[in-house]
């Protein structure tokens, strides 16, 4: 075996990673260099070293800061840049819009590609080359995706209403008019045109909840029907879920009670083979929120339900093998009925979940921090369930509802926590600079915010609806995987439509909300403090006319005859049903929108066009091209001498070609550092030699 001290040859040695050390046995301290290279290189080993080390600069390889480019809008030239991303953007986008709107084709890297109707969907798609153009997608996606977050639907009409807004707004600015008094004109135009919203509003009935549902999923009356039909099952405030069916038509499951994703821990618990699962009538529930691994502790509860002939079912965080075979063997023997499940949830959201089940079912947590212990708990900690059906994978209680004010108590206390994560949203959202769409770590941070936020908010309502009423589960089926994406998209967004409308009410649909918003503008500018506040008060009436005229537009009527005979009748039920291009009472024909997704899309449109139209500079990264180096050419191979001809069937001489001249051979020169060591060691191995 041959070694080399690399340190005395190579002194930056300890800067290549891709060299591996290894010992060459047990007795030796030397150190063999293994290259990740195609050849292996060993060495003898000695004693002195005759190269000469060389100073090894590690300033080079500490990156450096990413450079920036500044852009001033001093011609105007920065800002056209940014509205043209916002152009491109309503232009994708707007062709949802309307009952007669098309889809649009998403590449997918993996699998078939993706067409979908939903305008949150797409926004997230979009992504453009030119920075400036890209910085002006970034900040338009802001409105649809904030509205989107908030009521669930109508970021397709927010960034409609945004793109109306820059247009009409870089125009008067581009006329010489001063941006911030404008961008003021618009917040409190907004905010008037939000009290004015309030007013128009109405709460929905039950029978309007379809049509709710259905001109969301795009005219779909069937969706509408069925998710109508799941909310009078479950109750408004129930909690309806949307999975992927297994067979081609919509069907909807109606879960009561309370649900989990937690099976039995052993199949001998199984009380019908055929189905395998575990259904027990009038059981009880012993809740434990700790590992149970002494089988004795559990001696006193199970001698009472043996004693009483009650089944019961054992909820806790975990249960050791030698404490789950006492339950298993006395269960096999028909001396027992029970099984054990464990916790739902983890951690802190554990604890939460077992005091959710004690309400609901009138039982007690014995945990360390309510002071009991197992071994001294008896039949008053036990809740009580009328039926009790276990699964593989899922548990489902059902209760004779004795609990109600407790249940109704507990959900208020919940309530009064989601209302504290929507105010420490809001106190967040204030917080936000304006501009900063152009720093990356404070998007970053308060994405990161948002998210955390919304996944607590989304467990919290999963909490109420557990215990204040059922589950409906919609499953989606369709015949093709891309036909199943769309329709599950246009039923979520369906889904979270109801919901809205439940929240706040409802308003006249297909844009004509907003067409009779516009009249009231007039009087909204005698409040305000100067001429320039009232062309921005001009601006927002104007923007409020384009998500109608795009609707017309998508179902190929001229808009501007739509817009005119609309605004000629003073009722405010009345106006343009593109589904069928007629002109009705709106509100009878079923085109209603719900008041919250119209708000959150004037708040959100106005934001971002106030921030839009008071940018005067863009700092982008600039980009850096990765040149990819070039190959050598192969050096030309001599030409293959010509092949002598096949001898005659006659002739008994065999004829042989030429022996083909050998490549030469070529030299290999270094061409990076790893392979100027690579060839130093090589020379010294063989000056050594």
């Known amino acids: 075996m ?15 990673p891709s060299l591996t050390l290894q010992p060459i046995n047990t007795f030796s301290t030397k150190k063999v260099v293994t290259f990740a ?35 001033f809008n001093h011609d105007g030239s920065a800002i056209k840049k940014l509205q043209a991303g916002v152009d491109m953007v309503a232009e994708l986008v707007g062709v949802t819009l309307g009952p007669k709107g098309r889809n649009v084709v998403l590449q997918s890297k993996y699998g078939p590609p993706k067409i979908v109707n939903d305008g949150e969907t797409v926004l997230r798609e979009i992504e453009l080359e030119d920075p400036l153009e890209n910085v002006g997608v970034k900040l338009v996606r802001q409105a649809g995706a904030k509205t989107n977050d908030l009521a669930g639907d109508g970021s397709t ?9 820059i247009a009409e707004g870089v125009k008067v600015i581009a006329a010489g008019m001063n941006p911030i008094q404008i961008s003021r004109g618009i917040e409190k135009t907004a905010k008037a045109l939000v009290s004015e919203l309030k007013l128009m509003s109405r709460e929905v009935e039950d029978h309007e909840l379809a049509y709710v549902a259905a001109v969301s999923a795009g005219n779909d009356y069937t969706v509408g029907s069925m998710i109508s039909d799941a909310i009078q099952q479950v109750g408004r405030r129930g909690l309806i879920t949307i999975e992927k069916g297994k067979c081609v038509e919509n069907s909807l499951q109606i879960v009561e009670g309370m649900r989990f994703d937690r099976g039995y821990l052993s199949p001998y618990f199984v009380t019908d083979r055929q189905k395998m699962i575990v259904e027990f009538h009038d059981c009880k529930l012993l809740l434990v929120d700790k590992k149970i691994t002494n089988p004795k502790e ?24 030698e404490a789950l075979a006492l339950v298993i063997r006395n269960k096999l023997r028909g001396v027992l009925k029970a099984a054990a499940i464990k916790a739902p949830a983890f951690g802190e959201r554990k604890g939460h979940y077992l005091d959710d089940l004690a309400i609901l079912t009138g039982g007690t947590v014995i945990s360390d921090d309510n002071g009991l212990t197992l071994e001294k708990a008896g039949k008053e900690v036990l809740g009580t369930a009328t039926k009790v059906v276990i699964t593989k994978d899922s548990t489902l209680i059902v209760t004779d509802g004795s609990t109600k004010p407790a249940v ?14 929507n105010l420490a949203k809001g106190m967040l ?18 994405d990161e915010r948002n998210t955390e936020e919304n996944f607590q908010k989304k467990i919290l309502n999963e909490r109420i609806a557990r215990l204040s009423g059922g589950i409906a589960i919609l499953q989606v089926g369709a015949q093709t995987q891309v036909e199943l994406k769309d329709k599950q998209l246009r039923m979520e967004d369906a889904v979270n439509a109801t919901k809205a409308a439940i929240e706040e009410g409802v308003v006249v649909g297909g844009g004509c909300s907003l067409l009779r918003l516009s009249l009231k503008v007039d009087g909204i500018k005698e409040l305000l403090d100067n001429a320039e506040q009232k062309i921005g008060a001009e601006i927002f009436k104007r923007a409020l006319t384009y998500p109608a005229r795009l609707i017309a537009k998508n179902a190929g009527v001229i808009d501007s005859i739509v817009i005119e005979k609309v605004l000629s009748n003073d009722d405010i039920r009345y106006g343009y049903n593109a589904a069928t ?3 009705e009472d709106l509100m009878a024909a079923g085109i209603m929108d719900p008041s919250k997704v119209v708000r959150c899309c004037l708040e959100h449109a106005a934001s ?15 980009k850096e091209f990765d040149f990819i180096p070039r190959r050598k050419p192969m050096p030309s191979m001599s030409p293959m001498p010509p092949i002598s001809p096949l001898p005659s069937p006659g002739n008994s001489v065999i004829s042989r070609r030429k022996a083909m001249p050998r490549m030469p051979l070529i030299p290999l020169m270094p061409t990076s550092v790893f392979d100027q060591l690579r060839f130093s060691l090589v020379d010294r191995v063989i000056q050594l030699y």
Request: hydrophobic share 45%; net charge neutral.
């Open 2 to 16: 041959v070694t080399v001290n690399c340190e005395e040859i190579f002194p930056q040695f300890h800067l290549f």
């Open 37 to 71: 290279g195609p050849t292996m290189v060993s060495a003898l080993p000695f004693s002195r070293s005759t190269l000469p080390r060389r100073s090894f600069s590690t300033t080079a390889l500490n990156p450096r800061a990413m450079a920036k480019e500044l852009y």
């Open 157 to 165: 009409t927010s960034v409609i209403l945004a793109h109306g807004l």
């Open 298 to 321: 559990m001696f006193k509860i199970l001698d009472n339900a043996v004693k009483e002939k009650y089944p019961i079912v054992i909820v806790a965080e975990s249960i050791e093998q």
């Open 408 to 421: 109704e108590k507990r959900v208020s206390q919940i309530q009064r926590l989601v209302e504290w994560e």
């Open 429 to 446: 959202d204030k917080n936000f600079v304006q501009g900063n769409f152009t720093c990356n770590s404070k998007i970053f941070c308060l």
């Open 581 to 583: 291009d007629c002109y």
């Open 608 to 622: 971002v066009a106030k921030s839009f139209l008071t940018s005067d500079a863009v700092v982008v990264d600039i």
